[in-house]
C-alpha cells in the first residue's frame, strides 16, 4: 500500500472506529435491559473494533492487524444481523404470540453465513487450502453477506406498522447504504478477479457516513420496543428477493468459470450466459404461475394459514368498490374470487330482473357463453340448500360427496371449469361465480372454502345493493317522469278552461270582429302553449335555455287583459318598472296561476288586484283577494304540498310548482289568508343585472 493510499485508509477507518466508539460510549450510558439494546450495543462494538485494526493497519502495515479487521468484518455483519433480527422478533411473550413465523429460517440463514464467513476470512488470512481458491471463497462469502443484509433492512421496513416507520428509517438508510457499498466492493472484485483498492480504502467513510443516520434511530426509539408484525406479503417479498440474490450469485459464479475455461471465447461465452440469466430471471419475475407458486410454498411451510386474511380483506374490497358501473362490478368480483385461489378466468352468471333464470353476467379471460340456468335447477337448488363451493375435479372423482347434484350440459362444457362458488343475499340465489382451474396445484380444504364463501356473502351483498339501487333509480326517473306529467295535465286543464269559455261565448259574439280576433290570439296563444307543454314532456322539467331577462309589468298586463276578456277584473298597480330573471312563460304561468286561484276564490263583487314595486335587489309581486281565504294550518300543512286542494275541480299541483320554480330562481314566496277575509300571496323574484330598474324609454329599447 503506497503512502497516499494508507494516508487515506488511516483518515477513513479511523473515523469510522472513532463515531463508532463514541455511539457506543451513548448507548453504554442509556442502556436498558432489553436484548435488542444489547444486540445494537454489540454490532456498534464491533464495528469499533473493526473500524479500530483497520487504521492500526493503515498506519503500520503489519499483516496482523489485516487479519484482525478481515474477521472483525465478519464478526460485524453478524452483530448488525443479530440487531435487525431482534427488531423483528417480539420483545416480550406478553406483546403476542410466539415469535412470527420466518424469523427461524433467518436466523438460521443469518448463523450460517457468519460462519462459513469467518471460516472463509479464516482460511484466507492464514493460508489454508490454495490461495486464490480461499481468497475467492472469502469474497464469494463477502457478497452473500452483503445480500442477505440488505434482504434484513428491506423486510424489516416493509413490515414495520406505520407509526414506528418515521424512527427506524434512517437505520434502515444507514445500514441499507452500508450493505450496498458492500455488495458494490464485492461483486466489483468477483467480476474482475481483482480488489478495488480505491473503493476498499473508502469503506470506513462509507460506513461513517451511515453511523449518524444509525444514532438517529437510537435517539428516536430508546428501547427498540415497538412490535414488528410479519405478514405473508413481507416474507413472499423477501423470499423472492433472497432467490434472486441468490440466483444472481450462482451466475456470477458461473460466469466467472466460463471466462476463466472459455479461453478466447470466455469473455464472450460470459456476455452471452449474463444476457441469458437476466432474459430467465424477467421471464420468471413476470410469472404469474411461479408468483402463485412461490405464494403456496410460502403460506404452506412458513404459516399456520395459507392467507394474511386481512390483506385478502383489504385487497377484495378495494376490487368490489373500484369505479365502472354495474358490468364493471361483475368483472371485479368474478376477479377478486380467482386472484385468492390463483385462478386465472372466471365469468359471473346473475339473476335476471324476471327472476326465473340466471345468466351470464360478467366474464374475465373467459369466453362469452349464451347458456342460462333456471332458479329451480338442480344446480341453483344444490347451491341455495348447502352454501358448498362445488370442486368439480372432486366432483368427477367422487360424486357421491355431493348427492343430489346434476350438473348442467354447458357447465360441463366449459373449458378448465374448476369451481363453481354461490352469491347468496339472506336466502336467495343472486348469481353463483364459475372459476377456472389454478396456475398452481392448490388443496381446497376447509380453509379455502371458508374463504371463498365468506367473500361471495360479501360480494352478493355488493350486487344486491347495485342491483337495488338500480331499481331505485328507474323509479324515480318514472316518479319524476309522472310528477312532470302532473305538472302538464295541470297546465292542460288550463288551457281547456280557456277553450271552454271561449266557445261559450262564440254562441252570442261569433260575428263581431273584436271577439274573433280575440277567438283566433286565443286559439293561437293554446296551440303554442300545448306545443311548448310537449316539448317540455320530452325534453324534462327544467327548460333548455337559462334564466334571462324579464318584462313583469307587460306580463302583469298581458294577465290583466286575458282575465278582463273572460268577464273578471283585476285590480293592477305598477309602482316601477323591473326587470326580474327567470323564463318568461313560466313566470307568466306562475303569477297566473295565483290570479285565476284569487278570481276562484272571490265572488262577483269582491276584490283582486295585483301590485308590483322593488324591495331591496328584489321585485315585490302581490296578489291578493277579498274572497274565502285560507285556514292557517292549511296554508302551513297542505298549501304547498302536490294534490292538495280546496277546489272540487283542482288538481293541487299549481302552487306547488309555483312555489318550487320561484325557490329554485333564488326567490320566496310568503301567504298571509285569513277564511272569510282574503288571501295575500308576496312573490319576490330576483332582479336581472344587480337588480337595476329600468326606465320606459329603456325597455322599448331593450324590446326592439
Known amino acids: 500500500m503506497d503512502s497516499k493510499m494508507a494516508i487515506i485508509s488511516a483518515?477513513?477507518?479511523?473515523?469510522?472506529?472513532?463515531?463508532?466508539?463514541?455511539?457506543?460510549?451513548?448507548l453504554a450510558s442509556g442502556r436498558r435491559s432489553s436484548s435488542r439494546s444489547g444486540a445494537m450495543?454489540?454490532?456498534?462494538?464491533?464495528?469499533?473494533?473493526?473500524?479500530?485494526?483497520g487504521l492500526a493497519f493503515a498506519l503500520t502495515g503489519q499483516g496482523i492487524f489485516l487479519a484482525g479487521s478481515l474477521l472483525a468484518d465478519v464478526l460485524r455483519f453478524g452483530g448488525w444481523y443479530l440487531f435487525l433480527i431482534m427488531l423483528m422478533r417480539p420483545e416480550s411473550p406478553a406483546e403476542g404470540a410466539p415469535p412470527t413465523a420466518g424469523i427461524g429460517w433467518l436466523s438460521t440463514i443469518a448463523g450460517l453465513l457468519v460462519a462459513c464467513g469467518f471460516a472463509a476470512q479464516a482460511m484466507?488470512?492464514?493460508?489454508?487450502?490454495?490461495?486464490?481458491?480461499?481468497?475467492?471463497?472469502?469474497?464469494?462469502?463477502?457478497?452473500?453477506?452483503?445480500?442477505?443484509?440488505?434482504?434484513?433492512?428491506?423486510r424489516l421496513f416493509r413490515n414495520v406498522s406505520p407509526d414506528f416507520r418515521w424512527s427506524i428509517k434512517p437505520l434502515?438508510?444507514?445500514?441499507?447504504?452500508?450493505?450496498?457499498?458492500?455488495?458494490y466492493v464485492y461483486s466489483d472484485a468477483l467480476l474482475f478477479n481483482r480488489i478495488d483498492a480505491d473503493a476498499f480504502s473508502i469503506r470506513g467513510f462509507a460506513h461513517a457516513v451511515a453511523l449518524p443516520l444509525v444514532a438517529l434511530s437510537a435517539i428516536r426509539s430508546h428501547d427498540w420496543k415497538r412490535r414488528l408484525v410479519m405478514s405473508q406479503r413481507a416474507v413472499l417479498q423477501s423470499a423472492t428477493l433472497l432467490i434472486v440474490g441468490t440466483y444472481l450469485l450462482f451466475m456470477a459464479a458461473a460466469g466467472y468459470y466460463v471466462r476463466?475455461?472459455?479461453?478466447?471465447?470466455?469473455?464472450a461465452l460470459q456476455l452471452a450466459l449474463l444476457f441469458a440469466a437476466l432474459l430467465v430471471l424477467v421471464a420468471l419475475t413476470f410469472s404469474g404461475s411461479m408468483r402463485a407458486r412461490l405464494r403456496v410454498q410460502v403460506g404452506k411451510h412458513f404459516f399456520s394459514y395459507r392467507y394474511d386474511y386481512r390483506e385478502e380483506w383489504l385487497r377484495f374490497t378495494a376490487t368490489l368498490s373500484a369505479q365502472g358501473g354495474f358490468a364493471a362490478l361483475g368483472r371485479h368480483v368474478v376477479r377478486g374470487l380467482a386472484d385468492m385461489v390463483e385462478s386465472p378466468s372466471g365469468a359471473l352468471w346473475l339473476k335476471d330482473p324476471s327472476g326465473r333464470f340466471l345468466a351470464q353476467a360478467a366474464f374475465w379471460n373467459m369466453p362469452a357463453s349464451p347458456a342460462t340456468e333456471d332458479v329451480d335447477s338442480p344446480l341453483c337448488r344444490f347451491l341455495l340448500d348447502s352454501g358448498w363451493v362445488i370442486n368439480l375435479e372432486e366432483y368427477r372423482s367422487l360424486p357421491r360427496r355431493y348427492d343430489g347434484l346434476v350438473l348442467p350440459s354447458w357447465l360441463v362444457e366449459?373449458?378448465?371449469?374448476?369451481?363453481?362458488?354461490?352469491?347468496?343475499?339472506?336466502?336467495?340465489?343472486?348469481?353463483?361465480?364459475?372459476?377456472?382451474?389454478?396456475?398452481?396445484?392448490?388443496?381446497?380444504?376447509?380453509?379455502?372454502?371458508?374463504?371463498l364463501k365468506t367473500a361471495a356473502r360479501q360480494a352478493g351483498a355488493f350486487l344486491g345493493q347495485m342491483q337495488a339501487s338500480e331499481a331505485l333509480l328507474e323509479v324515480r326517473k318514472f316518479d319524476s317522469f309522472n310528477r312532470m306529467s302532473a305538472f302538464v295535465v295541470h297546465d292542460l286543464k288550463n288551457i281547456i278552461a280557456q277553450l271552454s269559455l271561449m266557445l261559450k261565448n262564440a254562441e252570442r259574439h261569433r260575428d263581431n270582429p273584436d271577439f274573433q280576433k280575440d277567438m283566433l290570439m286565443t286559439v293561437e296563444h293554446s296551440v303554442e302553449r300545448m306545443r311548448q307543454l310537449?316539448?317540455?314532456?320530452?325534453?324534462?322539467?327544467?327548460?333548455?335555455?337559462?334564466?334571462?331577462g324579464i318584462d313583469l309589468a307587460d306580463v302583469l298586463r298581458r294577465i290583466q287583459t286575458a282575465k278582463t276578456g273572460q268577464g273578471r277584473e283585476v285590480e293592477l298597480t305598477i309602482e316601477e318598472k323591473l326587470l326580474a330573471r327567470g323564463h318568461e312563460d313560466r313566470i307568466e304561468r306562475v303569477i297566473g296561476h295565483l290570479v285565476q286561484n284569487a278570481l276562484d276564490a272571490t265572488e262577483k263583487g269582491g276584490r283582486v288586484w295585483v301590485r308590483m314595486s322593488r324591495q331591496g335587489s328584489q321585485a315585490l309581486v302581490e296578489v291578493g283577494d277579498t274572497g274565502h281565504g285560507m285556514s292557517p294550518e292549511f296554508v302551513r300543512e297542505r298549501l304547498f304540498k302536490p294534490?292538495?286542494?280546496?277546489?272540487?275541480?283542482?288538481?293541487?299541483?299549481?302552487?306547488?310548482?309555483?312555489?318550487?320554480?320561484?325557490h329554485e330562481l333564488g326567490g320566496r314566496v310568503s301567504v298571509d289568508s285569513a277564511v272569510d277575509v282574503g288571501t295575500q300571496v308576496d312573490l319576490l323574484l330576483p332582479l336581472f343585472d344587480g337588480g337595476k330598474a329600468l326606465t320606459s324609454d329603456e325597455l322599448s329599447g331593450k324590446q326592439e
Not at 430 to 448: G, H, K, M, P, S
Open 534 to 548: 310537449m316539448m317540455q314532456l320530452r325534453q324534462g322539467a327544467t327548460p333548455l335555455d337559462g334564466p334571462r
Open 41 to 53: 450495543f454489540l454490532a456498534v462494538a464491533l464495528c469499533t473494533v473493526w473500524g479500530m485494526l
Open 124 to 154: 484466507a488470512v492464514f493460508g489454508v487450502g490454495v490461495i486464490g481458491f480461499s481468497a475467492r471463497l472469502a469474497l464469494f462469502a463477502s457478497l452473500a453477506m452483503s445480500v442477505f443484509g440488505l434482504v434484513l433492512v428491506e
Open 260 to 267: 476463466f475455461f472459455g479461453g478466447e471465447w470466455g469473455r
Open 172 to 183: 434502515c438508510l444507514g445500514l441499507g447504504g452500508v450493505f450496498l457499498f458492500d455488495l
Open 643 to 662: 294534490f292538495q286542494t280546496t277546489k272540487p275541480t283542482g288538481m293541487g299541483i299549481g302552487a306547488y310548482e309555483s312555489f318550487k320554480y320561484v
Open 414 to 451: 366449459v373449458p378448465n371449469a374448476w369451481l363453481v362458488v354461490p352469491l347468496t343475499t339472506g336466502s336467495e340465489l343472486i348469481a353463483f361465480v364459475v372459476l377456472a382451474t389454478a396456475r398452481t396445484r392448490i388443496d381446497v380444504n376447509w380453509e379455502v372454502n371458508d374463504l
Open 11 to 26: 483518515w477513513s477507518y479511523g473515523l469510522a472506529g472513532v463515531l463508532a466508539a463514541l455511539l457506543t460510549l451513548y
